[in-house]
């Protein structure tokens, strides 16, 4: 897999179920270490350099786990420490994060409190804390309710308009994909199948939407008559009737 | 500031949470409590009937060896478990991802979060330790520098307890991440340590006198740390008790102070192999293709009605490793106790 993403565009990695999005951008952050092969995120190199390349990328999870016993400004203070940012540098960014998530007044509460909309939006708080210059986005808008989604993806589309960063956003939704990616690449079974602009990977395979253009990609067909399997099955109340007669 | 640092202070902030607007005065109230009970209540109290207990029991001077090697056995396998049962509770993956996403590394999180534990450790030894002071001193006289060394032992062996068990639970953590099969097999290793502790009670009670008699069968456990501490406590009150023993105080005393150096040193280099996420993206699947004989059997005994739900519950029960362990365990429960039943009738009621 060959990637190379211009600075303050937004990419989207696509793929379906196990198509190795969350271990790429996993490899890109140096969270774990590739097998085979080497990356550049931000002019540093993921294996030599991880700890350079860690402190210029903000990472949100697929399933983030945020400490419940501790409240919004606690774990805020915690990660930016992770970051080795000095306490009024922390103090000040989490002020603004929290204004600009619309989090203020509930910084105190602890986060077993908070809805999953909510918590995700301290997730990107923490992703944003210092600062980076590229932040990573696995399934930001998995197993939230459409609201919550929505909010989250007004969210990125404003860090991508007004912050000027590179975002990179792995997920399999294609709408959130062609609503919010300037480029988008598509993955499967660690392969890279197809890079462009949304309108140039639709446009290439003569598809009308993302989701038809994914679909042809993939090779998936549609199934004409996906209730088929009926007619297949014996009826079996039918059956358990005959016996009970023939028993009389 | 060190990243484990961080990581240590917010451990801390998290198992103190209930006392979060009042954590100082919390940690003043207790750790003045915990004093007051070590250097004035608990010798009060163990010099109100030990004396007694002493002159009533002349032999407790000859089992005082035994006692404290199992009793530092037992504590050292309890602390060990301990942090074993916290891993099935809750999944800590989406925590390690966005720590490991900062600049920490992965031995900064598990040391960060073992010393953020020491404090409450801090206070088990100040409960612990006075019990045995206050146990021993009658029988020995202690003086205030086998006071001290006393402290030191209990304090080594309880860290290091703590140490080999957040070790072995972050690993089965890494293991339980990669599949269904691992988390079976950890339930296993907890369910085999707890009998290991009840078979460490029940030998003390049935076998004491056995042991008494037979020290140097101990010399078979040499491996199990708890009893490299116990040396140094056996040697400090009577030097004269480690003479049937292979590992002599020298010997002792380097394994106690090298062993969990280089064991904390290793977990802090190699962190990296137990304590990761990586564990999350292999899957190790099991393929049946087809029923075996046994439920088929199943199936034909019982009748339509609740055959899919027998079968169901059964798969369920016997496809885990964990249930067969519990069925060999009663099995041999059964025999120990069939064995013991027909020793016993011949022993005493052929008489």
Not at chain 1, 127 to 147: R, V, Y
Not at chain 2, 136 to 159: D, R, T
Not at chain 2, 188 to 197: D, Y
Not at chain 2, 302 to 326: A, D, N, Y
Request: proline fraction near 4%; glycine fraction near 6%.
């Amino acid at each position: 897999m060959n990637l190379k993403i211009p600075y303050g565009k937004t990419y989207g990695l696509l793929g379906p179920n196990g198509a190795g999005k969350t271990t790429t951008v996993r490899m890109l952050n140096a969270i774990i270490s590739p097998t085979a092969g080497t990356a550049e995120v931000v002019g540093f190199n993921i294996i030599t350099q991880s700890k350079q390349v860690k402190i210029n990328c903000g990472f949100l999870p697929e399933s983030p786990g945020l400490y419940q016993k501790l409240t919004a400004k606690e774990f805020l203070e915690f990660v930016g420490e992770l970051y080795y940012l000095p306490k009024d540098v922390i103090s000040s960014r989490i002020e603004e994060l929290l204004e600009i998530f619309e989090l203020e007044g509930r910084e105190n509460d602890l986060l077993e409190g908070y809805s999953r909309g909510m918590k995700q939006k301290v997730c990107l708080c923490a992703a944003l804390i210092q600062d980076p210059k590229i932040i990573f986005l696995d399934e930001p808008t998995s197993n939230l309710d459409p609201a919550a989604a929505r909010m989250v993806k007004d969210l990125i589309s404003e860090l991508a308009k007004k912050a000027d960063k590179t975002i990179f956003i792995c997920t399999h939704l294609l709408d959130a994909a062609e609503e919010l990616c300037d480029l988008i690449g598509i993955i499967d079974k660690g392969e890279l199948k197809v890079e462009g602009t949304p309108k140039e990977i639709i446009d290439s395979v003569g598809a009308k939407d993302l989701e038809d253009a994914y679909l042809k990609i993939m090779g998936v067909t549609k199934i004409e008559d996906l209730l088929a399997w009926r007619e297949d099955v014996p009826d079996n109340l039918e059956k358990e009737n005959q016996k009970k007669k023939k028993k009389k | 500031m060190s990243l484990w640092k961080t990581i240590a202070k917010n451990e801390l902030k998290l198992r103190t949470n209930k006392f979060r607007n009042h954590r100082v005065l919390f940690f003043i109230i207790l750790y003045s409590f915990l004093i007051l009970w070590a250097f004035l209540l608990a010798p009060i109290l163990f010099d109100l009937f030990m004396p007694t207990l002493v002159e009533t029991i002349p032999e407790i001077n000859s089992a005082v060896a035994l006692i404290i090697e199992y009793v530092l056995m037992a504590v050292f396998l309890s602390i060990f478990i301990y942090p074993l049962n916290s891993i099935y509770r809750k999944t800590e993956i989406g925590f390690k991802e966005i720590i490991l996403a900062s600049p920490a590394t992965a031995g900064d999180i598990f040391i960060g979060e073992f010393i953020g534990r020491l404090p409450i450790f801090l206070g088990g030894i100040l409960v612990f330790t006075p019990i045995i002071i206050g146990l021993l001193n009658p029988v020995f006289n202690l003086n205030v520098i086998q006071s001290i060394v006393i402290y030191g032992c209990i304090s080594g062996l309880i860290i290091f307890a703590a140490l080999l068990g957040s070790i072995v639970a972050a690993w089965l953590e890494h293991k339980i991440a990669k599949s269904e099969r691992a988390r079976d097999l950890g339930k296993i290793l907890l369910f085999l340590l707890s009998i290991v502790m009840v078979a460490i009670i029940y030998t003390l009670q049935f076998l004491f006198s056995f042991l008494l008699n037979n020290p140097q069968l101990r010399n078979w456990l040499i491996f199990y740390p708890s009893l490299w501490f116990s040396n140094i406590f056996l040697y400090l009150i009577e030097p004269a008790l480690l003479s049937r023993y292979i590992l002599n105080i020298w010997s002792s005393l380097a394994l106690v102070i090298i062993i969990p150096l280089v064991t904390l040193l290793i977990a802090y280099k190699k962190a990296d192999s137990f304590f990761t996420v990586e564990g999350g993206i292999e899957k190790i699947s099991s393929v049946i293709e087809r029923e075996n004989k046994f439920y088929k059997l199943i199936r034909k005994s019982t009748g339509h009605k609740w055959e899919g739900l027998i079968i169901t519950q059964t798969k369920e029960f016997l496809r885990r490793r964990e249930s067969i362990m519990k069925i060999v365990y009663l099995g041999g429960w059964f025999i120990v106790w069939k064995l013991y039943f027909c020793w016993f009738k011949r022993s005493y009621l052929a008489v």
